[in-house]
Each structure stands twice: as structure tokens, then as C-alpha cells.
């Protein structure tokens, strides 16, 4: 069976979210990639054993918007999203401001190249 | 050989997946029981002789083991269990794997094995023994008991 | 009025296998926060996708966490071959869902011991013990390791287990299954017991539900949830029900854990019963291509393995959820408000697993 990734915006995610919610998804992981020109990253929602897949893709140090105030446990997630990745996250929760994860390298899996140049 | 004493033992997991882990405390249990030699398994750092570490160090946990085993009265031995210990194993090319517990404490003993088998930490044990005899006797000889502690 | 006070708990902590760190915020005795930070064994093993290649990772993978080394595995082994097609052959299943049980077994006994030396019956966590060692030796004699086992690969097992050897686990399971009722008697029925675990952590089914826990912690709160019932391996053709319990507390999720400890060993009798012969390793060519989520059921719970490949022999990415880390919200829902003495035992109930929280 195909899985299907389903390509969403990075600006139309909360109301794609939304609509998730009213139908009673639950979340079950938010995971970033690091590719080529950014990131992207998916987001895996379930209902009873069925799942969906949303993916967005961000540019390099654009924000994107947090969506624990809907599902709760995103704020872990997002926060190790912050932490490994490097992507800024706007309104989660329960904000560690980078000190979930403490790693003697900061965001490891973050652009190598930009990250120097800064 | 003869085990004049009956050694605690402190056992902290630097970074180990868990494996090693549940060996140590494998280890404990009826089945290979080191127990019967006297050895107890503390949680306290001021009540042990012997430190077993599992899995490689890194940044965060580099202060912690220096700070248990600054805390163990003298003398004391350490154990590396587990190749990742010993030199960081599988993860060593890892980001936030700094390599082995020797990289900030001085190690005695190494057990290598992936996970260690509660026979060969057994035999560690045993050899650290002798060892921390040895300290002993140098103490009781007035030689002071070093302890390094590499760069900060 | 009462002060406000903050203890930090773990990193290194007696009650703790593992080391992770809590802020408790505490009024007089009661906590009214919890605050986690991890970190202590993060290793960084994902960004061991581009130093070695698909292949390799499999020992990667298995290495997440010495208890849940098999599904860890499994599940990366299932996202790669779902990638590249591969069709595994039927025994091959069936030896795979057997040792799955196994590592379910060793790992839900394990937690009992482990929850019985956190209540402070150390009788109990000793003879928990000595019966899991059982269920390692018949790990052992089918693979040769312990707690890591690799033989697991891309395509099958790297090696056959024999008819013989499986028709001499029935044996070994019949004694572990009636030795174990003693202690499961002794972790339902006792009442010192039940005074550590009766309402203690309580969550109801809607709270589960929103804190997205999954695996007993679920099910101990009567959601009658069981990623293995999506059929991955053998388990299609196997007959069990899920096990929940109204209870919604700790006792709940010692029950369920308990339980399916004696429903593993029903799946194993099945399993040893149907496996058909035949190879157990199919040729793999090539490398893979596209991405693919792959959810199974992990002792501790539900756990997500993504993959993404591009046709290069190194991945692009590789990316576990483990059940920890989707029950640690849920953790700190379940400490607000208790009292500091049954701090280790909520933290021992969602069977912390930080070495796969953390990779």
C-alpha cells in the first residue's frame, strides 16, 4: 500500500490542522528533515488505526507556527524541533527556548554551511 | 584469589543504550548474583568502591561522572562496561559522543562487549578487586592516592 | 501559607536504571510541576545516516535501546523493505513475530521487577528477574545475543531458527507461564501492593487520549488501541484481544502489562504452531528510493519509524518516534499534584525508556 504525503503550505497549516481536530485526529509525531534548499517537515495524525500524513517545507530561517495550542503534546516535538534542527517555532506552549535538548552542538542537524556563515 | 571485603558498587549510564545497563543490574539478579560475593549495587556515590560506567560521555553527562566519582572516598576503582565505555563503540562517530568514560576519569578496568555479558562484567568486577587491594595497601603505606582529572 | 521549593531529581538518582532529569516544583510535599530536561544520553544516532550506509543502520537501529532492540529493528527493517518492495517471506514473518513476543516478555518482566523495586518489594523484583532470564536463554539459543541480537536484515533474518529449537521453547514457556502467575498474583492480589498503585497517577480515557500516550499507558485507561492489530509480520493470522483496564491508574497499567505478558506467550504457542517452511532471507538489489512511515507496537507503546531515501546507499534520513517520548507529556500531566513519595513510581509506570526517548 502507498503511503500518501499530503503537501501542504507552510501558512495554511493551522487550518489544515484545524480541521484535523474537529474530526478528532489525534497527533502522532511531528518529524523535520533537513533537505537540499530547507526543511521540511511532516506531521502524522491518526484516527482509531488510520493515518494521515501532512508535510510542509520551510526555507531556511523562516518561522512557522506552533500547533500545540490544538494538540498538546506538540510542544515536545516542536521543541526538539527547535533544538535538533535549528527551525524557529512560534507559540509553542510550553517554550524551552532551546533547553530540551542539551547537545554540545548547537541545532546538529541544521544547515552546516549558513550556520558558519552567521 | 581472596575478596577481603565486601565492595559497593555505583553504577551510572553515561550515554549507553541500555543494553549494558540492564546487564549490570542482570547481574545482580539470582541468576549470576554477585551479590554472594558482598557486592551490593548502591545508588549512593559516598557509599561505593567501585564505579561501573555504561555507554560513551558526552557534554552533559561529562560533569556528572566527574562529579560521582569525585565524590567516592578513596580508594576506588572504575569500570568501563561495554565497548561503548570503552572508547564509544558504534556511536562514536555521533555528534554529541565525546568517546570513552577515559576520556574524563582514569578507567582500570575495561569490559568490552556489545552488550556486555554479565560473565565478563563479573570477571571485571573480580579484577578490580585486586586492584582496589592494591590501592589499599598503597594507602596504608602513606602513598598518597592519585587522582587525575584531565583538562577540565 | 506554604513556600514554594525546587528539587532536581535524576540525573543519577537511586530509584532511576536511567538518567533523566526532572525540576520538581514542590508546596510542602506536593508537587505542582514538573518540568523534564533531557538530554543525558542523547547520542545523535540519526545523523549516523550519512556515515553508514542502509544496511549498516540496521545495527544503528537495534542500538537505539538495549530492551527494545528487536522492534526497533523490525520497524526499520519494515520501513526500508516497504520502500524497496520487498516481500518477506512467510517463515520469516512468523520467526519475527515470535522473537517481537519475546522482547515483549523480557521487556514487560523487566518493568515488573523494575516497578517492584521502585514500591520497595525487592523480593518480588529479584524473582522477577530470575524468570526473565528464561526468556533470554531462549533468545539467546535463537540468536546468540542477550539483549542485541542482529539478526535481523534488509530482506529476512540473517539466520534460520530450526523446528526443533522452536518446539523446545513450548516446554520452557509452560514453566515461565506457571511461575509467573505466582508473581502476577503477587503484583494484582497483594494488598501492600495495591496500596502503592490504587489511584495513584490517575488519567482518564479522554486525557489519554489528548496527551496522545499510547501502549499500556493507553490501554490501562481503557483505550482499546494495539498497533499490532494493523497486521504487520504474522500477526494478521493470529488470534488475540487486546487487553485494557477500567482502572485508569497505575494498577491499570501494571494489569495490562501483566496480562500481556501471559497473551505473548499464547502468540509464541500460535506462532511455533503455524510457522511454515521455507527460506527466510530474500535477495535485496539496489538501493531505496521514496520515504515511507512505519508504525508498530513496541513493548512500551506505539512507535513511528520514518525513512527517506534517495536511491543513494545512504539515507537522507531516518527518524524514530518512540513510545517514551510520546508518553512523557502525559508524565508530567500525572505528577501535577501528587506527592513527592510516589514520584518514582509515576515516573517507573510509563516505563521510561530514555535511551530511546533520547537516540
Not at chain 1, 4 to 24: G, K, M, N, P
Request: proline share 4%; charged share 25%; hydrophobic share 40%.
Amino acid at each position: 500500500m502507498e503511503q500518501e504525503f499530503r503537501r501542504v503550505s507552510r501558512r495554511t497549516i493551522l487550518s489544515e490542522v484545524q480541521s484535523l481536530e474537529e474530526e478528532h485526529y489525534r497527533l502522532i509525531q511531528i518529524c523535520a528533515t533537513t533537505v537540499e534548499d530547507g526543511y521540511e517537515i511532516l506531521y502524522t495524525f491518526g484516527k482509531g488505526y488510520d493515518e494521515v500524513q501532512v508535510k510542509i517545507h520551510t526555507d531556511e530561517g523562516e518561522h512557522v507556527q506552533s500547533i500545540s495550542r490544538l494538540f498538546p503534546p506538540a510542544w515536545l516535538y516542536e521543541n526538539e524541533i527547535h533544538d535538533l534542527h535549528g527551525i524557529a517555532i512560534d507559540g509553542i506552549t510550553l517554550d524551552f527556548r532551546g533547553g530540551l535538548y542539551r547537545t554540545k552542538e548547537k541545532a546538529p542537524f541544521a544547515h552546516k554551511e549558513e550556520k558558519e556563515g552567521k | 584469589m581472596k575478596i577481603s571485603r565486601s565492595p559497593w558498587l555505583l553504577h551510572y549510564d553515561a550515554s549507553s543504550c541500555n543494553g549494558c545497563d540492564i546487564e549490570v543490574l542482570a547481574s545482580t539478579t539470582p541468576r549470576f548474583d554477585v551479590e554472594r560475593f558482598g557486592i551490593i549495587n548502591t545508588g549512593n556515590p559516598k557509599h561505593a568502591d567501585i564505579m561501573v560506567v555504561t555507554g560513551g560521555v558526552n557534554a552533559q553527562t561529562k560533569q556528572v561522572v566527574r562529579q560521582l566519582y569525585s565524590q567516592m572516598p578513596d580508594p576506588k576503582v572504575v569500570i568501563a562496561a561495554g565497548i561503548c565505555a570503552c572508547d564509544g563503540g558504534i556511536f562514536k562517530d555521533c555528534y554529541n559522543i565525546s568517546g570513552g568514560v577515559d576520556t574524563v576519569i582514569p578507567v582500570d578496568v575495561y569490559v568490552p562487549g556489545c552488550a556486555v555479558r554479565p560473565e565478563a562484567l563479573i570477571d571485571g568486577v573480580v579484577k578490580a578487586l585486586a586492584i582496589l587491594d592494591e590501592k589499599r595497601e598503597a594507602m596504608k603505606n602513606h602513598a598518597t592516592c592519585e587522582v587525575h582529572f584531565d583538562k577540565a | 501559607m506554604s513556600s514554594r521549593s525546587v528539587i532536581p531529581f535524576g540525573p543519577q538518582h537511586p530509584v532511576l536504571p536511567e538518567p533523566i532529569h526532572l525540576d520538581l516544583v514542590l508546596e510542602d510535599e506536593k508537587v505542582v510541576e514538573a518540568v523534564p530536561s533531557i538530554g543525558f544520553v542523547h547520542r545523535g544516532l540519526e545523523s549516523l545516516v550519512t556515515k553508514k550506509d542502509f544496511k549498516e543502520m540496521v545495527y544503528v537501529a537495534e542500538r537505539i535501546c538495549g530492551i527494545c532492540s528487536f522492534g526497533h529493528g523490525f520497524g526499520y527493517c519494515d520501513a526500508v523493505e516497504h520502500i524497496m518492495d520487498i516481500e518477506v517471506t512467510e517463515r520469516a514473518n512468523y520467526l519475527r513475530t515470535i522473537l517481537f513476543e519475546m522482547s515483549r516478555m523480557h521487556s514487560h518482566i523487566l518493568w515488573l521487577g523494575l516497578m517492584a523495586d521502585a514500591f520497595g518489594f525487592e523480593s518480588l523484583f529479584m524473582d522477577t528477574w530470575r524468570i526473565r532470564e528464561k526468556v533470554l536463554d531462549m533468545l539467546e539459543a535463537a540468536t546468540g545475543g542477550r539483549v542485541i541480537f542482529s539478526i535481523l536484515d534488509v530482506g529476512g533474518l540473517r539466520r534460520d531458527i530450526p523446528d526443533d529449537m522452536l518446539k523446545s521453547f513450548l516446554p520452557v514457556l509452560d514453566e515461565i507461564e506457571k511461575e509467573l502467575a505466582i508473581d502476577v498474583k503477587a503484583f494484582l492480589n497483594d494488598s501492600a501492593v495495591k496500596s502503592r498503585l490504587c489511584g495513584v497517577g490517575f488519567l482518564s480515557a479522554e486525557q489519554v487520549e489528548k496527551l496522545g500516550c499510547c501502549g499500556p499507558f493507553l490501554r490501562g485507561s481503557g483505550v482499546k488501541r494495539d498497533s499490532r492489530k494493523l497486521g504487520y509480520a504474522a500477526y494478521d493470522d493470529i488470534d488475540f484481544e487486546i487487553i485494557t483496564s477500567d482502572d485508569c491508574d497505575t494498577y491499570g497499567r501494571t494489569f495490562v502489562r501483566a496480562q500481556e505478558i501471559l497473551q505473548s506467550i499464547s502468540i509464541i504457542r500460535q506462532a511455533i504452531e503455524k510457522v511454515p517452511a521455507g527460506e527466510v532471507m530474500v535477495p535485496v538489489k539496489g538501493f531505496p528510493k521514496g520515504e515511507h512511515m512505519t508504525r508498530i507496537e513496541q513493548p512500551r507503546g506505539e512507535a513511528c519509524y520514518y525513512v527517506k531515501a534517495n536511491g543513494t546507499k545512504f539515507l537522507e534520513r531516518m527518524r524514530v518516534r518512540t513510545p517514551t517520548f510520546a508518553n512523557i507529556p502525559a508524565l508530567t500531566e500525572t505528577l501535577q499534584g501528587c506527592s513527592l513519595s510516589d514520584v518514582p513510581i509515576l515516573v517507573v509506570a510509563i516505563d521510561p525508556c530514555i535511551s530511546c526517548t533520547e537516540r
